[in-house]
């Protein structure tokens, strides 16, 4: 049933949310032509889709594919391909959360900052947080109290047990631990945070009713195993990883070690453990965010009360409190913000290591002794990405890099210090490919700074990921042609341009620049094309150094081509022009060029059968060596008077 048209049928489980250029509904499972699918799916409409209701299900009609990643995609054209069916029932819990936030969506209009944060808090639903809020939580290290979580799981059990406690029904309290530890899930929805933080509750609560109580350590090791039996993909999941991670921090690090400085070393305690796995899963770091932590947190408790009161009362009032406090949080953060950014990651050795080591001490030791073995254990990783990101600043000799960003381009140039990068990659609908995907591949290699960025032509799968390097790696100055200049993803990049004032120079004839030991001359077709215009017009770079010559094409098809070959030079890589597609590599451009090696940046399993057998074939009548980045990974080519290529592995992203 891939890339058919098909009929799909899907259960209705979080609202839709927008992207840079599409509003999104993810379903956890679907049947296609009456066929089940246990697998995820996410449906992607071109139009403003009608506000979810009581419906319990959503049918839609389209070409089924699969993404990059192998998840399962869906492009719904026109609304009437789309419709809501069945009803849910009033006695389910998760009726009763979305009837909360219907009567939300009565107040977005006027409060629209204040409502989508009632929505992530109280109700678990963060589709209608907006960019900027969700960008400053990142910054301040303190993401994980936005959206609801297992602390606000933990916070609310706390006080109705506390309540309970306090008049004296003790063994109330103890059940209404578990009735909340079985709704919670049932009402916010079984994601994994809620879920491991209800596991926690229940066995806790489970222990006081059965007159065996046990030790936060034990309660810590029995939750994690219990999770990983009810669901062990949870082992390779980056959440599963902080959650436990952190509360072990507090629990083996800072309860031993806070006999006076009680916050100092909790705070301590989380940010040598929780740094190492964020480095390693996300590739960030905010410095202080451990502290801003544990700052926000009661701030993000009387949110999540007046938010959970203004749900029951709608009293207006309330929203003006919630206003407020996220103002201060926003102020917090923006402390914080200078000091977070990208940094390159650990090995998965170090990592492996530090935590082996780590989970020796748990076992063997005891007390202070145990609690600082942990701590130095898990320095080995933060340690060997401090390394990691300082050695690779500089190389010895000119590199050029085709990182693997998917059905994309990203083309790396590096020479001592210098780096150029040439395009962006992307993918339509992801306003964060720069952050998740983009960025992690620059700074591992130990960039910190981009001195020339140079973007062929604005489509998705090239400018997606340029706002971000704008913005974190601080770009000194950008190319680009000013004709066909235009969409949604130019839009967003003109923008990061003019907020940080980059300095730009519009390729309107020859460009020339040295950068380092590159010699760099871009230039593009002098023409208007009527036929894929944006792609024929991309900017063409040749790179030159230490007499070797590496051509780098954009996107140009069969007609821009047949152009621009009388000037072009024999080279010893030629980066394949638009991904292989057959529309392109032409034999006027193979004989003009004569590579000896050509690499491919395209998507494993991309939509567009890139590169095309066409493509192959004359490149292996030519005896031209194929390097791809769907199979190889990131294509690193070395000049050192040869000519090396290798395909480097990446930190899993």
Not at 83 to 103: E, V
Request: with cysteine.
């Amino acid at each position: 049933m891939i890339d058919r048209f098909v009929t799909i049928d899907a259960p209705i489980e979080a609202d839709w949310s927008t992207g840079e250029n599409a509003h999104v509904l993810r379903c956890s499972r679907f049947a296609a032509n009456g066929v089940s699918v246990a697998a995820p799916i996410s449906l992607y409409a071109r139009f403003e889709p009608p506000q979810i209701g009581r419906e319990a299900s959503v049918r839609a009609e389209g070409l089924l594919r699969i993404g990059e990643g192998g998840r399962y995609v869906m492009t719904v054209k026109s609304p009437r391909l789309m419709t809501y069916t069945g009803a849910i029932s009033m006695w389910s819990p998760s009726t009763w959360n979305r009837l909360a936030d219907q009567r939300l969506r009565r107040y977005a209009a006027a409060y629209p900052d204040e409502v989508a944060m009632i929505d992530a808090l109280v109700l678990g639903r963060g589709e209608r947080l907006s960019n900027d809020a969700k960008q400053n939580f990142r910054r301040g290290g303190t993401y994980h109290l936005l959206v609801f979580s297992g602390l606000q799981i933990a916070l609310a059990a706390g006080v109705i047990a506390f309540a309970l406690r306090w008049a004296g029904a003790t063994r109330a309290s103890d059940w209404s631990l578990i009735a909340f530890a079985a709704l919670a899930p049932a009402f916010i929805g079984p994601t994994a945070s809620v879920s491991r933080s209800s596991v926690g509750i229940a066995l806790y609560a489970i222990s006081r009713l059965l007159k065996r109580p046990t030790s936060f350590e034990n309660l810590w090791c029995i939750a994690a195993i219990a999770r990983l039996i009810l669901v062990p993909a949870d082992l390779a999941d980056p959440a599963f990883h902080l959650t436990y991670a952190g509360a072990g921090a507090l629990i083996f690090i800072g309860k031993p070690l806070s006999e006076r400085a009680r916050w100092i070393a909790y705070a301590c305690a989380a940010e040598v453990v929780i740094t190492p796995l964020t480095l390693f899963h996300f590739h960030q770091f905010a410095l202080g965010g451990s502290v801003m932590t544990i700052v926000l947190t009661p701030i993000v408790f009387v949110m999540l009360l007046a938010g959970a009161l203004f749900c029951a009362t709608g009293l207006t009032p309330l929203l003006h409190v919630v206003g407020a406090l996220n103002t201060v949080c926003m102020f917090l953060n923006g402390i914080t913000a200078p000091l977070s950014g990208f940094f390159a990651a650990p090995m998965t050795a170090a990592l492996g290591a530090g935590l082996v080591a780590a989970l020796v001490a748990i076992a063997f030791a005891r007390g202070k002794r145990r609690a600082l073995a942990i701590a130095f254990a898990l320095l080995i990783p933060t340690s060997a990405a401090i390394s990691r990101h300082l050695h690779g600043r500089r190389i010895d000799h000119p590199q050029i890099v085709f990182l693997d960003v998917g059905q994309g381009d990203a083309i790396l140039l590096r020479s001592g210090t210098t780096n150029v990068l040439v395009d962006g990659g992307g993918r339509s609908g992801d306003a964060r490919f720069g952050e998740t995907v983009l960025l992690p591949l620059l700074v591992d290699r130990g960039v910190r700074r981009v001195d020339l960025v140079i973007l062929s032509h604005p489509h998705p799968d090239h400018c997606g990921g340029l706002p971000a390097v704008i913005d974190q790696l601080h770009a000194r100055e950008v190319w680009l042609n000013p004709r066909r200049l235009r969409g949604e993803c130019a839009y967003v990049m003109l923008g990061a341009i003019g907020e940080f004032e980059t300095p730009v120079r519009l390729i309107r004839a020859d460009a020339a620049a040295r950068v380092g030991e590159l010699q760099l001359l871009s230039f593009t077709a002098q023409r208007a094309f009527r036929h894929a215009a944006e792609n024929n017009s991309s900017v063409v770079t040749r790179v030159t150094a230490r007499g070797r010559a590496v051509l780098l094409t954009g996107d140009i098809e069969l007609e821009s081509e047949d152009e621009l070959a009388p000037r072009i030079l024999p080279v010893d890589v030629l980066k394949v022009p638009h991904h292989g597609s057959r529309s392109s590599s032409t034999p006027a451009l193979l004989s003009a060029a004569r590579p000896r090696v050509a690499v491919i940046s395209c998507g494993a399993n991309n939509w567009f059968g890139h590169p095309h057998a066409s493509v192959l074939k004359s490149l292996k009548e030519r005896h031209i060596r194929v390097w791809r980045t769907d199979r190889s990974g990131t294509v690193e080519v070395d000049i050192d008077g040869a000519i090396l290529c290798r395909p480097q592995f990446d930190t899993p992203r």
